[in-house]
């Protein structure tokens, strides 16, 4: 069984993704699946009607792999992105898959989708040029937070305090380049510097986390620097997080949860979350998580790695003492 990973093309991103990509590497050849890592300018498309020769790596035909990994997230490229859907319609499987990728990549369509199912989100406008503060101010209130559409790692995602602030963010952001794309949020107080990570595989919520900024920034990012201590899943937030997944189509997520209250809002869901922070403070395999239900969607039930053998182990045992909970 061979998969691909597609990873990040610059050296700097590729480095924040190797502690994933090795701990990917360590648990397949566990399961006896090679895992080569592939950026996409080493593949050229042929678009034919032929046959299944049509990708070439490094300059030369290659057989296909039995799945595709994308670990892109929001940096996913258009030429990446083409790569995915072409080899989806070759009959690879990936996970996740073109379509969902695309989809969390742009954070409004991403809220479009999970409000219209009534999940709750923060109230989210898209920017129009010259923007309207009293409007915002309007829909929002003050302070209010101001994203790109894409982005990823807290970078790109502002906190305008006051109304001046917002003025002269929005003022800077028109004269440098008036048709870009950026959402106005509003600012949920009680998540001030921390939120909730859950990961979320297979449709299965499978551990959470709680990150908190050590700088006094409101963003509560890993990456940023920020402590991650484990958090109890608790059948809301895992309900939240599995159902904002199914609803946006990821087979694998990461999905950010804000603290409103006594409740959650969804910030967002990675397609290609980081899992080192995770596994830091969890007594958690996320690879063998990830690995196990490709083997189950590919009908490799044999490769299953330990994880899944120990829940079908245990479910055996409790069935045969008879535990009245099982
Ligand atoms: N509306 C909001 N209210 C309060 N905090 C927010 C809000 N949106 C984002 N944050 C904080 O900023 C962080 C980064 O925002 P996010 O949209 O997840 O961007 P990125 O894709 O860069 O991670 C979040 O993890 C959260 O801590
Ligand atoms: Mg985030």
Redesign the pocket.
């Known amino acids: 069984m061979k998969g691909w990973v597609l990873y990040k093309e610059s050296s700097e991103l590729l480095r924040s993704e190797s502690f994933e990509l090795n701990r990917l590497r360590q648990v397949a050849d566990q399961c006896g699946i090679s895992l080569e890592a592939i950026s996409p300018e080493q593949i050229d498309l042929v678009v034919t009607r032929d046959d299944r020769q049509s990708v070439l790596l490094d300059g030369q035909g290659v057989s296909l792999p039995d799945f595709l990994l994308p670990r892109m997230g929001?940096s996913t490229t258009y030429f990446a992105l083409a790569v995915i859907r072409h080899l989806e319609r070759l009959g690879v499987q990936t996970f996740n898959s073109s379509q969902s990728i695309e989809t969390v990549r742009d954070?409004l369509f991403t809220h479009q989708i999970l409000a219209q199912s009534n999940l709750p989100v923060?109230k989210t406008m898209l920017a129009k040029f010259p923007v309207d503060i009293d409007a915002v101010e309007k829909h929002l209130g003050l302070p209010v937070?101001v994203?790109t559409i894409s982005?990823?790692?807290?970078?790109?995602?502002f906190?305008c305090e006051s109304r001046g602030h917002f003025e002269d963010l929005m003022q800077l952001v028109e004269a440098t380049k008036s048709n870009v794309n950026i959402i106005i949020?509003?600012?949920?107080?009680t998540?001030?510097?921390?939120?909730l990570?859950v990961m979320v595989v297979g449709g299965k919520a499978v551990a959470c986390m709680k990150?908190t900024?050590n700088d006094g920034s409101?963003?509560?990012?890993y990456t940023r620097g920020g402590s991650v201590e484990s958090h109890e899943l608790t059948p809301e937030i895992e309900w939240l997080s599995a159902e904002a997944s199914r609803l946006l189509g990821l087979d694998i997520a990461g999905i950010?949860l804000?603290f409103d209250g006594e409740h959650y809002?969804i910030?967002?869901a990675?397609s290609s979350p980081g899992f080192q922070g995770l596994e830091s403070c969890h007594d958690i395999n996320v690879p063998e998580h990830i690995l196990s239900f490709i083997c189950v969607r590919l009908g490799q039930l044999d490769r299953l790695p330990r994880v899944a053998r120990v829940a079908t182990d245990s479910s055996e045992k409790s069935l045969m003492t008879g535990d009245p909970g099982s």
């Open positions: 929001a954070k923060a937070v994203k982005g990823s790692q807290g970078t790109g995602v906190l949020q509003e600012f949920v107080s998540s001030h510097g921390r939120d990570r990150r900024s409101f963003k509560a990012n950010d804000l809002k910030c967002e990675n």
